[in-house]
Each structure stands twice: as structure tokens, then as C-alpha cells.
């Protein structure tokens, strides 16, 4: 603050270190890519991979949802960015959709999608309702946004989007409010979010305050002692992010989730995780499908696939140059780099007693 500030000044030089600004100006900036251009991006596999990675954590929650008796399974979709999980939702029968983003043109986009989706689905198909709601979810309680007073979810899921809201203990307890305090007894709060152990351990072996390769890079502020909360690092992906993050101290979450009565079921980095639901065949068909260079409906995806052969081509090429063959030959070594940062979470809510 400088003397002579108004307040106008000051708001916008709050905005300015706000870092929920930040993320939302970033992800309101990136533009849609067709099939095509995403197909040459050195991070299509990773990408195809992640997604299939999500399908299964999201198609095995919902089974078992479903398995215990729930008809109308409602969900929570915290940080659903421009609606990359849409057909998972589709795809597992859910009834009822809330998505939530602080980024508002991604949840337009979201929204359009949505709309797409029901004007294209077959005449007996029930799609799923959904409301979107563009708002800072590690700041505002998202339940006072809610269209049902009494609504109450099965599942929510947050993927890749937790550590934005460990930049301090009320951020990243708000987030975990929002994803758990309208949860039923037994449902669940599933995501994806980087290893802090893995960021630092790579970090510590470097020889200076970043390490990555060609694909992604991170960079530290400093290191040697990581505080709980606001500890910083860049992370950019290719042409995906390249935003302030926050290490999430996994031991920490869960011990902050018990406030909320939640139970930590699994936590399994990505190659624990792939390497167990690879054992299934219908996950791996399901994984050869998506990573396979035959043309998929791809999720992230907004236009058509058309003339999928020629896109294709692209990715072939890069297959051809893959360094080495992790997993089930696909990913490049500095892809399988990236990618092994991360890990899936499922905590279960428990009924009160
Ligand atoms: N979940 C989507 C997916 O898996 O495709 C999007 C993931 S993207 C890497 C991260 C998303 O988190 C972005 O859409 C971003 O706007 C959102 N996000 C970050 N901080 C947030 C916050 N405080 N409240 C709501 N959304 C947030």
C-alpha cells in the first residue's frame, strides 16, 4: 500500500495478488482446441491418460454408489473447469450434475457443452439435470449458491484442482467444506492433485530451485523447509498451465477432512493406481481405446471428430519417437515424468454416531 491509494487502487492491487485471480484469468484465457491441434501436442498422450485415469476412479465410485442402493445419484463437480468429465457423468447414469469453477468463460463453455450433449442424445435417454455456478470455491460457501436448499450429493469430485486452494489454512479448508458438507453418510470426495513427497523429493535432487524436462517444469521459490500452508511452486505444462500452485501435505488433508467426518479410503500415486486397474479388462480395453491411435471420442473435446485418420498422423509420429514404452507403450518418457507427479484421493463420509 502506497500513501495516496484510493480505495478503487487498493481493490484492484488486492485483485491483483489474489491469486484465485490468477488462476480464474488463467483459465479463462485458454482457448478451445479441436481434436487436430490437441492430437500434435506432446502432451496428447498424457492427456488421453489422465482422462482415462479419471473415467475409472469416476465409473468406480459411481458402481459403487449404485451398488448400494442409490437410484438418483447426485454429484458435485468442484473445479469442473470446461466440462472434461461430462461423458463420465453421462456415462455412469448419474441423475443430477452441479458444476462449479471459479473461471467463469469455462463454465459457459461447460454449460454449452452440457446443452450440446442433450441436444445430441438419443430420444429415450435421460441426461442427467445440471446447474453451474461460477464462483472462488476455496473463498465462498457454495451451499448458499445451491438451487436445492436440501440438496444432497452422492459424490464429489475434484480433479486436479486442490492444491490452488492450499495457499492458506482458511482457503483450503473452505474448499474442503464445500466438497463435503453436503455429502450423504457414505458418499464420497474423489480427486486428483500433485504428491507433495514426489514434488519435493524431485526438487531436493536437483541442483537448483526447478526440475521438469521438455514437457513441464517446476519451479520453487526456495527450498529446504516447506511450510503447511503457501508453499508455492510454478508448475507449466506444455501449452496447459502455468499457474502458482501449492503443495498439498497429503497427511495434513486428511487429518483436516476428519472435521468434515471424513475417512481416507485410498490414496495411490498415478503408477500404483494405473498399474492395479490395468489388471481389469474392461479398464484396460478401456485404456487401450482411449490411448490407442485409432480415432475416440475424445472427452476434452469440442468439435467433431471429423477425418480422424490425418489427425492422427500426428500422434503416430509421436508414438514412432516415444522414448520409452510406459504404460502399455504409449506415453513418452517425459509425459510418464509429468504424469507420475500426481495421485487419486477417495475419502468416504461417515455416518454420524
Ligand atoms: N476438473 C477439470 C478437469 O479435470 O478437466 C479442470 C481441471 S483444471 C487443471 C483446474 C480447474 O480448477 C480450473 O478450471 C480452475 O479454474 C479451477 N479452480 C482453481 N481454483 C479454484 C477455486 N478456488 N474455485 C473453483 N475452481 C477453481
Known amino acids: 500500500r502506497q500513501e495516496g491509494d484510493d480505495e478503487e487502487v487498493l481493490s484492484t492491487k488486492k485483485q491483483m495478488t489474489d491469486h484465485g485471480v490468477k488462476v480464474a484469468s488463467h483459465y479463462n484465457s485458454l482457448q478451445e482446441v479441436g481434436l487436430a491441434v490437441r492430437s500434435r501436442s506432446r502432451i496428447f498422450f498424457m492427456r488421453n491418460f489422465n482422462n482415462w485415469l479419471k473415467s475409472v476412479l469416476i465409473g468406480e465410485i459411481l458402481e459403487q454408489v449404485q451398488l448400494e442402493g442409490t437410484r438418483h445419484i447426485s454429484v458435485l463437480d468442484l473445479g469442473c473447469g470446461k466440462g472434461g468429465d461430462l461423458l463420465k457423468w453421462r456415462r455412469g447414469g448419474i441423475s443430477q450434475l452441479v458444476c462449479a469453477d471459479i473461471a467463469a468463460v469455462s463454465v459457459e463453455q461447460c454449460q454449452s457443452r452440457y446443452e450440446e450433449m442433450k441436444k445430441k442424445s438419443r430420444i429415450n435417454e435421460k441426461i442427467f439435470t445440471a446447474q453451474f455456478i461460477t464462483t472462488d470455491c476455496a473463498k465462498e460457501v457454495l451451499s448458499e449458491k445451491l438451487d436445492g436448499p436440501e440438496l444432497m450429493f452422492d459424490v464429489c469430485s475434484c480433479q486436479f484442482v486442490y492444491h490452488y486452494s492450499f495457499e492458506s489454512e482458511q482457503k483450503a479448508d473452505m474448499m474442503l467444506r464445500n466438497a463435503c458438507e453436503r455429502l450423504k453418510p457414505g458418499g464420497f470426495f474423489i480427486g486428483t492433485t500433485p504428491d507433495a513427497f514426489e514434488l519435493v523429493k524431485r526438487l531436493e535432487a536437483s541442483d537448483s530451485l526447478s526440475f521438469g524436462n521438455e514437457i513441464f517444469k517446476v519451479t520453487f521459490q526456495s527450498k529446504g523447509s516447506y511450510p503447511l500452508f503457501g508453499c508455492q511452486y510454478h508448475f507449466s505444462l ?99 515424468e509429468a504424469a507420475s507427479i500426481y495421485l487419486v484421493f477417495v475419502f468416504q463420509k461417515m455416518p454420524r454416531g
Open 238 to 336: 506444455e501449452d496447459v498451465v502455468n499457474v502458482p500452485e501449492f503443495l498439498v501435505y497429503f497427511p495434513l488433508l486428511e487429518h483436516m477432512a476428519k472435521r468434515y467426518n471424513m475417512r481416507l479410503v485410498l490414496k495411490q500415486r498415478f503408477s500404483e493406481f494405473f498399474e492395479k486397474k490395468v489388471k481389469n479388462e474392461h479398464h484396460r480395453s478401456l485404456m487401450m481405446k482411449m490411448m490407442a491411435l485409432e480415432p475416440f471420442p475424445c472427452e476434452d473435446q469440442s468439435q467433431p471428430d471429423t477425418d480422424s485418420s490425418g489427425e492422427y498422423s500426428h500422434a503416430k509420429e509421436h508414438y514412432s519417437r516415444a522414448e520409452v514404452k510406459v504404460p502399455l507403450g504409449t506415453l513418452s518418457r517425459s509425459e510418464w
